[in-house]
């Protein structure tokens, strides 16, 4: 089944065009990958799949929803069905980092006080945090702290849909991995779809089950890391058959 | 019983438990309900084989529960899938004890915290307005510093700008209190003093007051919001690594801008005071406008009108540097920034208010 589908894009800013026909699409509870260079639309395409950017042309589909002609109450039941973690983590900074994980629970359910403490307390943990964090100001965070509170923010609901934007950026190579790992392991056993735009060669290499590479405002290549290796363009060429990528997907593979 | 998400069974002193349904965040509750209300005391087998459903909240629900009844009672889980007891490790794996520690504080706490905070906001006022002469005597020492760039671009937004607002303010409020004041003056049959009396409480008190409460309100608040997101994007941080001192870039081109700005606009606020007043007297009184300005000429001393002008780059330098310094007293998150533009507003117009006042004793005594 298809969570996500773009139906011919197209995205200007005034006379700059960002995206220009691109189609791709994400099934049912698969990492899917979001790549290319720096400026070439991957958080724009991401915000029009959560209805913060509407596209100048073209139709995203998202779950059961077609968003140019979605309705007011259509589109608050979706928001309650996915999780959005931020490039740069858009924490509420008057709230503490619990307060921030608890304010969906606080407003979408009943969950008494004390379990959405539990909850809270899980999430933390889980998204990598000591637990004491939790009283911290998103101010009194290191940026790596930021992206973890973030994205324990964005499990808060249980999301069936998982938007991380560069979710591994700013951590370190270890903490980096367990987070890769978490994704999985949350995809495995919530059959949650995680949507990520990442640079990260190790996570596109161990996680992410296909992706698409966003270059010249197409998507120049769609599919598994063996699909898209096949195909010439110059952006993948540069990205994947350089040296040092080509020392990583070999020992990915040979761990693989 | 409520056998939406799970069925009893008992035999003898063995009780099983059924789950049911979906065991996830929405249904949290009323599963918790029904738990709890499970009587216990005996061996239970819970088997899980007919749930549909399980999400961190509804393992985190059972651990929770199961970890509570251990203790009473002995348990026995069975018909578990494999990825429900994963799932059961990964929760179980970040299950703690420890709780957040509260960052409630006590009334007394608070109180002590606000007194000292007040007394290091007036010690770090100090220290800005020592930085902001010692900028302003180094800028004489060194002229090349001198921002003309943008001093000229905050008279623009500071001063220009606010033309047509403090016009028509002063306009209506010279209208209104010579129209109140109209028909008591007509009462003695004085109805010429309008004259003196609006014209020297305008170009005096009001015209300055009302244009340094307009510019509180429109450009004070801007400086601080202005300064304080940069503080909050470190945009100022980043200046001072690079050698940008933050006085000469954003302060002084500020208090400077508005200090030139403030007597024109005030010259400005008592022209259309006056005008305003004329109207009613000409509409009220029936004092033509010829009768109404050379009554003025006559009595309203040139005194008052420099008075009342003087008090403009005061005012100015009162509005911005506190405009400023709250903007720099902005801390890491956005509700300080509503907060400090607020004090910023409500400071500048006390001080402006309460310097006005000031003024009036001190030139009283003088004779003025
Ligand atoms: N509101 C806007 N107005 C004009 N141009 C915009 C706007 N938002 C984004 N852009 C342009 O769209 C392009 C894509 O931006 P986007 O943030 O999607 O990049 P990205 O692929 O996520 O890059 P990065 O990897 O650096 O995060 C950029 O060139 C940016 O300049
Ligand atoms: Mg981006």
């Known amino acids: ?256 | 019983m409520n056998e939406t998400y799970f069925r009893i069974q008992r035999h003898g002193d063995t009780t099983t438990i059924i789950s049911l349904g979906d065991w996830t965040l929405q249904h949290e509750p009323a599963i918790r309900k029904a738990l709890y209300a499970i009587d216990l005391n005996q061996n239970i087998i819970w088997d899980f084989s007919n749930v549909e459903s399980f999400d961190s909240v509804g393992m985190l629900l059972f651990i929770t529960f199961y970890q509570q009844s251990k203790k009473k009672a002995s348990i026995e889980l069975v018909g578990y899938t494999q990825d429900q007891k994963r799932l059961y490790k990964l929760v179980l794996a970040h299950y703690t004890k420890e709780s957040i520690p509260s960052r409630d504080k006590n009334i007394l706490y608070r109180i002590g915290e606000l007194t000292i905070s007040s007394y290091l906001q007036f010690l770090a006022f100090l220290e800005f307005l020592g930085h902001v002469t010692a900028s302003f005597l180094r800028y004489f020492v060194n002229p090349r510093n001198f921002r003309y760039k943008e001093i000229m671009y905050h008279i623009q937004q500071s001063g220009m700008n606010a033309i047509f607002i403090v016009a028509l303010t002063s306009f209506l409020v010279g209208l209104v209190i010579s129209y109140q004041s109209a028909v008591e003056l007509a009462k003695f049959g004085a109805d010429i003093f309008i004259v003196d009396m609006a014209s020297i409480s305008i170009t005096r008190e009001l015209g300055p007051m009302i244009t340094a409460i307009v510019v509180a309100g429109r450009s004070g608040s801007a400086y601080t919001a202005q300064i304080g997101a940069m503080k909050i994007t470190e945009e100022i941080s980043a200046m001072r690594t690079m050698g940008f001192d933050p006085y000469y870039f954003l302060v002084l081109p500020r208090i400077i801008a508005l200090m030139i700005s403030l007597p024109l606009l005030i010259f400005f606020a008592d022209v259309m005071g006056i005008l305003g007043s004329a109207f009613a007297a000409n509409m009220e009184l029936n004092i033509s406008y010829t009768q109404f300005f050379e009554r003025l000429q006559e009595v309203l001393d040139s005194k008052h009108f420099y008075i009342g002008l003087i008090k403009g780059p005061i005012f100015a330098m009162l509005i911005a540097m506190i405009g400023c310094f709250r903007g720099f007293e902005v801390s890491d998150d956005t509700e300080s920034i509503g907060s400090q533009t607020t004090a910023s507003v409500v400071n500048s117009i006390f001080f402006v208010i309460a310097f006005d006042a000031l003024f009036s004793v001190i030139l009283t005594q003088w004779g003025i």
């Open chain 1, 1 to 256: 089944m298809r969570v996500i589908e773009a139906i011919d894009i197209g995205t200007r800013f005034g006379s700059t065009v960002i995206h220009d026909k691109v189609n791709m699409h994400i099934d049912q509870g698969e990492i899917y990958g979001i790549l290319g260079e720096s400026g070439s639309g991957k958080s724009l395409l991401m915000k029009e799949m959560i209805m913060l950017q509407k596209p100048s042309s073209g139709d995203m589909r998202v779950l059961e929803y077609t968003l140019s002609s979605i309705k007011y109450p259509q589109m608050q039941a979706l928001r309650q069905q996915w999780g959005v973690l931020f490039q740069f983590g858009a924490l509420f900074s008057s709230l503490t980092v619990a307060e921030n994980i608890k304010l969906q629970l606080k407003e979408y359910t009943n969950i008494s006080d004390a379990m959405c403490n539990e909850i809270v307390k899980t999430k933390i943990s889980m998204s990598g945090l000591p637990t004491r964090a939790g009283a911290l100001y998103p101010s009194e965070l290191s940026g790596g702290m930021i992206k973890r509170a973030a994205l324990a923010r964005a499990l808060a609901m249980d999301p069936k849909l998982l938007f991380l934007d560069e979710p591994t950026s700013g951590l370190d190579p270890i903490g980096a991995r367990n987070f890769d790992k978490l994704i999985m392991e949350l995809r495995d056993l919530l059959g949650i779809t995680v949507v990520m735009i990442t640079h990260d060669l190790d996570s596109i290499y161990s996680i992410v089950d296909r992706f698409c590479v966003l270059a010249d405002k197409h998507v120049v290549a769609e599919g598994s890391i063996t699909e898209v290796l096949d195909s010439t363009h110059p952006f993948i060429e540069r990205f994947f058959k350089n040296e040092y990528a080509q020392k990583r997907l070999n020992i990915g593979v040979k761990n693989v």
